[in-house]
């Protein structure tokens, strides 16, 4: 496993976030950080620890991303839709996390 396993569904998360109406640029810049933090850590090749550690630091981004998401998606139905999509991601990253790191 690799923290690349996760890759595709966080893409389709930014992808979601970066199409809805976004109230401010604050909220574009802090989701576009946030993407390119997911990125940075989802690039790396690693296993036992630093896998552990990485997949940390992905659920954190993640949670930020949909507080940020949660805060900045004007439409209610695309923030639902966005907010219930990183939530199967948390819980996916979750699961991995209590998989992989015993």
């Known amino acids: 496993m690799s923290l690349r396993v996760f890759s595709a569904s966080v893409a389709v998360v930014a992808a979601l976030v970066a199409a809805a109406p976004a109230r401010a640029e604050p909220c574009d810049a802090m989701l576009a ?35 940020v998401a949660g805060h900045c998606i004007k439409d209610e139905d695309k923030r639902t839709k966005g907010i219930g999509v ?17």
């Open 33 to 67: 950080g946030l993407d390119r933090r997911g990125e940075e850590i989802m690039k790396r090749e690693a296993t036992g620890a630093a896998l552990c550690a990485g997949l940390g630091q992905l659920l954190g981004v993640m949670q930020s991303v949909r507080i």
């Open 86 to 102: 990183m939530n199967g991601i948390i819980e996916g990253i979750e699961a991995a996390i209590k998989g992989q790191c015993t």
